[in-house]
């Protein structure tokens, strides 16, 4: 036996209006300290859901009647086991395997083509204490593998990721990012540059004192300053506005955020001069995964499937 929430169970609770436009991709406010895993693993494995699902199966459409299923992720023993990718008529297009060690560890995620032949995949190995450090990606034809580029991963005394570079092929350096700490274990500075030593991006983060709480970002590049986020907390420290200014230090925008049972509910992006710019809204279920999101790019639908 197994629970699930239905679409049709979505579609009932949200017969109402809503304003919705796009939603930016801003800073969460705390920054994505790098914990181990080369930039592809982190991003497909990030999101476990709560309660050990089975599997979820994602839909988007621009409306409810016009919903078509995108994606199922296949999970066991509370880790991604599998994927299958749709096409928009519904039909199964692509998949994705995900490969781990006796000790528990991701080995390795394939890219499978509609008939099961893996067409790439990425590999990623680890220290005597289960650390990343280095991940390899290949493009597979008729079986034979070509390496594309890795990346390697360096850590500092406190197991932090200090160093990661890229690298193609050949073993020409693409790529340097340097992680600088505070004592408490903090990211306080996040640099990136080209194989030429280039600089690409320089971040840097200011805490509040004593509470841990990222009050202000800036970003760097080349030609110096480009960007100023400054953050705004309530009194649980969750994060109540966003404020995004450009070099000259002038107001770009405002995000704020409305919470229901410590979940984002509702984001809302304003100009500078107080027009809406962009709004998204999310529901979750009991177990407290996000089911529904609506924007300007249209609706997403998530159905869980958990054990009884």
């Not at 999970?75 to 998949?95: V, W």
């Not at 983060?205 to 110096?224: F, M, P, T, W």
Request: charged fraction near 25%; glycine fraction near 8%; hydrophobic fraction near 35%.
């Amino acid at each position: 036996m197994v629970r699930k929430i239905t679409l049709f169970t979505v579609m009932a609770f949200l017969s109402l209006p809503f304003f919705a436009q796009r939603e930016q991709n801003l800073e969460e406010g705390l920054p994505s300290v790098p914990a181990g895993y080369a930039e592809s693993s982190r991003v497909s494995l990030k999101s476990i859901p709560l309660g050990n699902p089975l599997e979820v199966t994602e839909y988007n459409g621009p409306s409810f009647d016009k919903l078509v299923r995108t994606k199922t992720i296949i999970y066991d023993g509370g880790r991604i086991s599998s994927e299958k990718i749709f096409t928009a008529e519904g039909n199964l297009s692509s998949g994705v395997e995900y490969v781990y060690s006796s000790g528990d560890v991701l080995t390795e995620i394939r890219g499978l083509d509609v008939d099961g032949n893996i067409k790439w995949a990425y590999r990623y190995e680890y220290d005597d204490i289960k650390r990343l450090v280095k991940e390899s990606s290949f493009n597979i034809h008729n079986g034979n593998e070509v390496l594309e580029g890795y990346v390697t991963l360096v850590y500092d005394s406190n197991g932090l990721v200090s160093k990661r570079e890229t690298f193609s092929a050949d073993d020409v350096m693409t790529l340097r990012e340097v992680f600088t700490y505070n004592e408490a274990g903090k990211l306080v500075e996040a640099a990136s540059y080209y194989g030429d030593e280039t600089l690409l991006k320089r971040t840097v983060y200011e805490y509040a004192s004593g509470k841990g709480l990222v009050l202000q970002i800036r970003s760097y590049d080349v030609n110096g300053l480009y960007e100023t986020t400054k953050y705004e907390y309530q009194q649980d420290g969750k994060i109540s506005s966003i404020l995004r200014y450009g070099y000259d230090s002038v107001l770009k925008d405002t995000e704020t955020r409305v919470y229901c049972e410590d979940k984002i509910v509702r984001r809302v992006v304003t100009n500078a001069d107080g027009s809406p710019s962009s709004a998204s809204f999310c529901l979750y279920d009991w177990m407290g995964n996000g089911v529904f999101e609506r924007s300007q790019e249209g609706i997403t639908v998530r159905e869980f499937v958990y054990p009884e």
